[in-house]
């Protein structure tokens, strides 16, 4: 185990299991780890991981039916108690475009021992015993935490040594989403050192604009510039502030976009996420402060990038916005999306023991 076993905790809450359980350290060996928090990257890490999604991508192109041993003869469960479609169907993909095999649970997890009362524990490890690694979205913030505690003690029983890989764990970390944005900037920019980029829109709630954002601080980004554009309920955290700004980033909050437009490099635009407000008031009082509009995208400057982690609703305008929107060269989320599969081919494949690049 990477922490070590110990007692099974009296509180249940997932978010214990951030305290308890200390992830790995990928430190250039990927192989067999939990992959649940941007935290055990560092900027090596990043590297080997984004040669291998552009190895990928290349074998992809010269139809390099190779690609379908990397993973041959390995099983993937998915685990996802949040409604998903690009996160679970771009991870099936990658796992089935490596030549393995993926299983759910009939029906969604709605249908299965959960709605029994089976709790997160019990489920993952029985998880375990079938499949090589489990993808999984909660959400509850430390649920991958929880899951990576309790298979660390499979290991111990069973005959497979079985990961899980976080797709989401409520508004705390989303690490895949974070690589394959991380990797877009690159593949779009060629850097991430000296860029101005703004992140717009639900900061607080969030789990993609905070993984990113301690991503880019892990890389040690240098004369980069983090803008975060929101209202003073939906800011971003303290405690990510503190991280970023433990790390030596240059750090600028408005409730005005224009203040930072005309100049900034790279738009993360976001959606209020009316399924993490309680009260329906205070999400319909908010989220019409922000839409981006071809009119907006405009004032942008002509050589930066609108990026999007989906789904999109209103904050991007209607129907006929997000048409001209997708017509502007300037915008990538459709090519993050492509993107999202590339990655997680590349960390399906290192993660399982993949040593080809």
Not at 21 to 29: A, L, M, Q, R, W
Not at 124 to 152: F, N, Q, T
Not at 186 to 212: A, C, E, Q, Y
Request: glycine content about 8%; some cysteine.
């Amino acid at each position: 185990m990477s922490n070590g076993t110990a007692a099974r905790p009296d509180l249940r809450q997932s978010e214990r299991f951030l305290s308890l359980y200390t992830p790995p350290k990928i430190d250039g060996d990927f192989t067999g780890k939990h992959i649940i928090s941007v935290e055990q990257f560092d900027r090596r890490d990043l590297q080997i991981l984004f040669d291998a999604t552009a190895s990928i991508r290349k074998r992809i192109r010269q139809h390099d039916r190779g690609l379908l041993a990397l993973t041959a003869g390995r099983l993937m469960a998915t685990l996802f108690y949040e409604a998903s479609t690009r996160t679970d169907l771009s991870f099936q993909a990658a796992m089935r475009h490596l030549g393995g095999e993926v299983v759910a649970a009939s029906n969604g997890v709605q249908f299965s021992s959960i709605y029994k009362g089976e709790n997160l524990a019990d489920t993952v490890r029985a998880v375990g015993c079938y499949a090589d690694v489990i993808v999984l979205r909660h959400p509850e913030v430390g649920s991958s935490y929880e899951a990576a505690y309790y298979l660390d003690l499979l290991r111990q029983q069973v005959m497979r040594q079985p990961v899980v890989i976080s797709g989401g764990d409520g508004v705390g970390e989303h690490p895949t989403q974070a690589l394959l944005d991380m990797f877009t900037i690159f593949d779009m920019k060629g850097r991430i050192d000296g860029l101005d980029i703004t992140m717009v829109g639900d900061l607080r709630h969030g789990r993609t604009v905070h993984s990113l954002a301690k991503l880019i601080a892990i890389y040690g980004a240098q004369d980069t510039t983090l803008n975060f554009v929101a209202p003073q309920e939906l800011s971003m955290p303290a405690n990510i502030l503190s991280f970023l700004e433990g790390r030596g980033l240059t750090v600028n909050q408005t409730d005005n976009l224009y203040d930072v437009l005309g100049h900034t490099d790279v738009i993360y635009w976001t959606r209020v996420q009316e399924e993490r407000f309680e009260d329906p008031a205070s999400y319909e009082a908010i989220k019409d402060r922000f839409i981006m509009t071809p009119p907006v995208l405009a004032q942008a400057k002509p050589d930066a990038i609108l990026m999007h982690p989906l789904p999109r609703k209103h904050e991007m305008g209607t129907a006929a916005d997000h048409d001209a929107l997708d017509a502007d060269p300037r915008t990538v989320y459709f090519r993050q999306m492509e993107n999202g599969m590339l990655v997680r081919m590349a960390l399906l494949a290192k993660v399982l023991g993949g040593l080809w690049v």
